[in-house]
């Protein structure tokens, strides 16, 4: 089953970054959001396997993005994607349903460690 991804980002360098790591390692990219407003309106259209989030973006930020997806889908997969230097911002989107963070700036293979756990919760998920 090919797994679905919807970044969202501010830095369309990160977002590019983020596809190829992604799309590399077996996801279908279906949307790229630039700010959170955004991301939420995409994640309505396709319905992503999980989501990449960014914490800091204008207008509507990941927080907020987050909490709007949450509510709309309490199963949704959302990972937070924030600099080392938001902990506290971190620790609000694990409160509000964050699946878990990856720390800027990361490595390749750590977002794909991150994303492949979370991509074994969306099959155990559809198995059930």
């Known amino acids: ?8 980002d501010d830095s369309m360098l990160m977002r590019q970054m983020i596809a190829e790591t ?3 390692d077996g996801w279908t990219v279906v949307g790229q959001a630039c700010d959170g407003q955004e991301a939420v309106e995409l994640y309505r259209r396709h319905c992503p396997d999980a989501v990449t989030m960014d914490i800091v973006m204008p ?5 907020e993005a987050l ?16 600099a080392l ?7 609000e989107a694990i409160r509000k349903g964050a699946q878990d963070f990856i720390a800027k700036p990361f490595t390749s293979e750590q977002l794909q460690e991150t994303m492949r756990a979370v991509g074994e919760l969306v099959e155990d998920m559809a198995s059930a």
């Open 1 to 8: 089953m090919t797994k679905r991804v919807l970044i969202a």
């Open 85 to 91: 230097n938001q902990t506290r911002l971190i620790s």
């Open 22 to 24: 992604l799309t590399e």
């Open 67 to 82: 909490s709007a997806i949450i509510k709309e889908d309490p199963q949704a997969k959302v990972v937070v994607v924030s």
């Open 59 to 63: 207008g509507m930020s990941g927080i």
